[in-house]
């Protein structure tokens, strides 16, 4: 899997953050999106998944790629 | 025949169900399963669509064709009168502004800003607690726990200095209590708002590293107005305080309902997350749901809303939705129910989700730990339940222990 995040479009909810907080991590001054691993192992990605849906403003993107 | 001249359903239904209080209205239920979008009366002047699938109102919640701008006009607002969004109500505006402000306050609420937080929270919920042993072993738990702890979180993070802290309370209890007359709760607000104004102002100059002190910077640089800033303070207040507090109140009551899970947690602390995460969906103190505006024409649920019409999103109907929780009417602290509706979805998303979670996870586990022989000192069915107020919880909650 491969991850972007666009801190432009970051509210700085912190969704992501505590969900995978192996994987994204917060600015302290704003809040905004701080991606660690662009490409986490596969066992993380139910909860990538699970990022991205919860997050609110759209600004992380997943692909997944086959095999 | 036109829309006119048939007879809407009303909307909110003024009862929740009567089966159990801790249950939404039962309509909720047949209104999922229909093909059919209602469109309901809200008894205001306002007409909106109910939307009451988890699906339906995720999508909504995630469309930026709906509006939260309560400007707007046919804005579909729930209460009995159209009130202006103030200046600073960020959750009653859409972007640019919206952003604007929510970025300013997202820092101060994320995840490890509230885990920094969490000792102060304990410490908090220890001397209310040591505080209720002074008694004679039978509280309102809602006066004496409920109430107190989120005020006095919320005081500490604006930066509310300590001896202010007595009034800042005093006149919060007065706004959030049902007994208090129109004006005396007028009144209250007037003082706070007029308080907060003046504190703003002094944390311009003297800052610390507080949120009202933030604040002060952001009004320097140009970043939001002065009334702005006051805003958001009073925002965060309301926001953040009846909401735990009533959260706070059905979340003991529901552990006290269901024995079993009491004992598993007491037993196991670390489920206390999942407890919450439950409890938070299970009971869904927005009842009455959130509003919205379509600005475009969209198709929802199968059904074509106009552009101008409001749409109701029924959160606690989200949350018993069976295609998303299995046995949605079940309180089962083991499930996984991440997913629930309660903070709603989309840029409006709770800014205060993870401090919710903090002050609940803390209040409800020290709670039973420290009293393990808490019970109702009343039958369940004499718990007053805030049944007609926008945000569901109980007026009282009489323990014993």
Known sequence: MRISADPGKCLGTGNCALVAPDVFDQDDEDGTVTLLRAEPPGERLAAVRRAVLQCPSGAIRLTEQAG | ?401
């Open chain 2, 1 to 401: 025949m036109t829309t006119d001249a048939q007879t809407l359903p009303l909307y909110p239904w003024t009862d929740r169900n009567r089966e159990c209080p801790l249950d939404p209205p039962p309509e909720f239920t047949q209104l999922r399963a229909s093909l059919r979008l209602p469109y309901v009366d809200m008894k205001n002047g306002h007409k909106a669509w109910l939307v009451t699938r988890y699906e339906d109102v995720r999508a909504v919640l995630r469309d930026a064709r709906f509006s939260a701008n309560h400007d707007r006009p046919g804005f579909p607002q729930m209460g009995p009168v159209d009130r202006a969004v103030r200046p600073g109500t960020f959750a009653h505006m859409d972007p640019p502004d919206h952003t604007r402000l929510r970025r300013i306050l997202a820092p101060e609420f994320m995840p490890k800003r509230v885990e920094a937080l969490r000792p102060r929270i304990q410490q908090i919920v220890d001397e209310l607690i040591d505080q209720l042993g002074n008694t004679a072993h039978h509280v309102d738990l809602v006066e004496s726990l409920a109430l107190p702890l989120p005020s006095r979180v919320i005081c500490e993070m604006l930066g509310v200095p300590y001896k202010d802290h007595q009034f800042f309370q005093d006149h919060t209890r007065n706004l959030m209590s049902q007994a208090t007359s129109g004006t005396a709760s007028n009144s209250s607000f007037e003082e706070l708002m007029s308080y907060l104004d003046r504190l703003v102002t002094l944390k311009a100059h003297e800052p610390g590293e507080d949120i009202l002190s933030r604040l002060g910077d952001r009004v320097h640089d140009g970043t939001i107005t002065h009334r702005e800033a006051v805003g958001m303070a009073i925002l965060l207040l309301f926001a953040g305080h009846e909401t735990t507090a009533n959260m706070l109140g059905l979340v003991i009551l529901a552990l006290l309902k269901h024995p079993v899970q009491l004992a598993q947690l007491r037993a196991d602390p670390s489920l206390i997350s999942g407890t919450i995460e439950e409890s938070l969906r299970y009971l869904t103190i927005i009842h009455t749901g959130i509003v919205r505006i379509a600005t475009e024409d969209v198709t929802i649920g199968g059904q074509l809303i106009r552009a101008g019409e409001g749409l109701i999103l029924a959160l606690a109907s989200a949350n018993r939705d069976d295609g998303v929780f299995g046995d949605p009417d079940i309180f089962d602290i083991h499930r996984d129910a991440s997913s629930h509706a309660t903070f709603a979805y989309g840029i409006h998303m709770c800014i205060g989700a993870h401090l919710a979670r903090a002050e609940l996870q803390i209040a409800a586990l020290s709670l039973i730990q420290r009293l393990p022989e808490l019970r109702l000192a009343v039958p369940f069915d004499q718990v007053p339940f805030r049944h007609d107020m926008f945000i569901y919880g109980v007026h009282s909650l009489p323990v014993a222990w």
